[in-house]
């Protein structure tokens, strides 16, 4: 199995892009779905979306409008961005793997909370 | 979007109990269930796919049963290692979803 670990800002300011990117490490990142999912405070956990290693992607229609999501193969990186974020959008935001509809591999997860 | 249900939301028990956590589903999802272990500062584990496939290393006392849109996972004698958060996850449709999480306490 691989080996996931997602990077990027704590802290992000209401109405600002949040950013987040995934290394895989201990394999290829070829020819698999690579996910994001959240876990808000005391919520369960919320699927955001996947990109393909072709940059197929699929995403969650309540985020669609705001998401991005984008792989860089020759780095064994993708990454996540979500605009206009508000507090609802704080959470721990896990990347992880997937040869078909479930999630075989997960990193440790990273906070982001959302403030001024 | 198909809704996952579990129950209890919360659980009190006893190493060497048996213990049945239930998910429903809002609509038939054939055997597209899996489900995942959480513990705190660490990364969520695949315990089980297809509704009761055990992944490899993960110990025979969990298993995994139903179809269509009840969903049980057992684990037959607790064990110290396994109180934790457990969620279940249909794959059949995107979006994909959880349920809310059980929290597995020590009694």
């Known amino acids: 199995q691989v080996q996931l670990q997602e990077s990027g800002p704590g802290l992000v300011k209401p109405s600002e892009t949040l950013s987040l990117t995934c290394t895989v490490s201990g394999g290829s990142i070829n020819n698999y779905y690579w996910s994001w999912i959240r876990r808000p405070a005391g919520k369960g956990l919320e699927w955001i979306g996947r990109i393909y290693t072709s940059g197929y992607t699929d995403y969650n229609p309540s985020l669609k409008s705001r998401l991005s999501m984008s792989v860089d193969t020759s780095k064994n990186q993708f990454s996540l961005r979500l605009a206009s974020v508000t507090a609802a959008d704080t959470a721990v935001y896990y990347c992880?793997?997937?040869?078909?509809?479930?999630?075989?591999?997960w990193g440790q997860g990273t906070l982001v909370t959302v403030s001024s | 979007d198909i809704q996952m249900t579990q129950s209890p939301s919360s659980l009190s028990a006893s190493v060497g109990d048996r213990v049945t956590i239930t998910c429903r589903a809002s609509q038939s999802i054939g055997v597209f269930l899996n489900w995942y272990q959480r513990k705190p500062e660490k990364a969520p584990k695949l315990l089980i796919s297809a509704a009761s496939t055990l992944q490899g290393g993960v110990p025979s006392r969990f298993s995994g049963s139903g179809s269509g849109t009840d969903f049980t996972l057992t684990i037959s004698s607790l064990q110290p290692e396994d109180f934790a958060t457990y969620y279940c996850?249909?794959?059949?449709?995107?979006?994909?979803?959880f349920g809310q999480g059980t929290k597995l306490e020590i009694k």
């Open positions: 996850q249909q794959g059949y449709g995107i979006p994909y979803t």
């Open positions: 992880a793997s997937s040869a078909a509809s479930y999630f075989d591999s």
